[in-house]
Antibody
């Protein structure tokens, strides 16, 4: 069964850092383009970041550019999101999601999601 | 930047009834780059439809998508108990990607 499972969420003070992880199983992770999305309380889903299958290309939403870093370890079937300089606006459930595209194709819609991990930024 | 607006916010229906969910874009969505997702409490989002009308793998044919330009519709022909959930539309034809605010389909 294809699965994604996020971990690493929690409570952090403004200005702090947190690293999220996403463990993939049941599919060829190394050929999949992977994303992070988030949903703040009462707000709509927001795409955060994408990393292509080979890690050669990364993309970020303007709201997190320069503060968040996406990475992956294909040997461990894992995706990561390093979040620095966190603010209250970053409070959200963070989802790991697989792009429908494989290899060099990125479709920008998502055919497999995790259940999410909650990040709360508060003093 | 395209803004996606879903209506109604909540749809109260009985099992067996037909559900019609609307998604409207503030600008024309490029080509057929419109997807629909289902979310149940505590579960992962599930891709239902891509390309406006193409059902994802394993999605039953009671789910159908239609529309073009700025107006899109997800129709559930006969609601099953497992279909009561929140549904989101997403445009992926232009940057930034944009999701609708969701329609909750609840049991009447």
């Amino acid at each position: 069964e294809e699965q994604l499972e996020e971990s690493g969420g929690g409570f952090v003070q403004p200005g702090g850092s947190l690293r999220l992880s996403c463990a993939a199983s049941g599919f060829t992770f190394s050929n999949s383009n992977m994303n992070w999305l988030r949903q703040a309380p009462g707000k709509r889903l927001e795409w955060v970041s994408c990393i292509t299958y080979s890690t050669s290309t990364t993309y970020y939403a303007d709201s997190v550019k320069g503060r968040f870093t996406v990475s992956r370890d294909n040997a461990k079937n894992s995706l990561y999101l390093q979040m620095d300089s966190l603010t209250a606006d970053d409070t959200a459930v963070y989802y790991c999601a697989r792009d429908h595209g494989r290899g060099d194709y990125t479709y920008w819609y998502f055919d497999l999601w995790g259940r999410g991990t909650l990040v709360t930024v508060s003093s | 930047e395209i803004v996606m607006t879903q209506s109604p916010g909540t749809l109260s229906l009985s099992p067996g009834e037909r559900a019609t969910l609307s998604c409207r874009a503030s600008q024309s969505v490029s080509s057929t780059y419109l997807a629909w997702y289902q979310q149940k409490p505590g579960q992962a989002l599930r891709l239902l439809i891509s390309g406006v009308s193409s059902r994802a793998t394993g999605i039953p044919d009671r789910f159908s998508g239609s529309g073009s330009g700025t107006d899109f519709t997800l129709t559930i022909s006969r609601l099953e108990p497992e279909d009561f959930a929140v549904y989101y539309c997403q445009q992926y034809g232009s940057s930034p990607l944009a999701f609708g605010g969701g329609t909750k389909v609840e049991i009447k």
